[in-house]
């Protein structure tokens, strides 16, 4: 069974980074470096946004432009969402979404919280 695995998040103070990651347990049939890899989140009381994605090319979020960055190693079929520069209202659950063809699959999701 494929899945989408995410880590990396946790509690951080304002101003700190943070790395998330997002590993494609299984085989997808499809080559990793095909795959669009978006990065979302959804913070309490508020609809899921599109923070980053990676396909053809990358694009971000207007809220975390310049402070974010997408990666990934296609070899580990691992995702990476650098976050510098946090803020308190980047808290949130951050979801990892691998679109390929028919497949659409997301992860359970990383809890990121910035607070002092």
């Known amino acids: 069974q494929v899945q989408l695995v995410e880590s990396g998040g946790g509690l951080v103070q304002p101003g700190g980074s943070l790395r998330l990651s997002c590993t494609v347990s299984g085989s997808i049939g499809s080559i990793f470096s095909r795959v669009d890899i978006r990065w979302y989140r959804q913070a309490l009381g508020k609809e899921r946004e599109l923070v980053a994605r990676s396909f053809l090319s990358t694009i971000y979020g207007d809220s975390v432009k310049g402070r974010f960055t997408i990666s990934r190693d296609n070899a580990k079929k691992t995702a990476y969402l650098y976050m510098n520069s946090l803020k308190p209202e980047d808290s949130a659950v951050y979801y990892c979404?691998?679109?390929?063809?028919?497949?659409?699959?997301w992860g359970k999701g990383t809890l990121v919280t910035v607070s002092s």
């Open positions: 979404n691998a679109v390929s063809g028919d497949l659409d699959l």
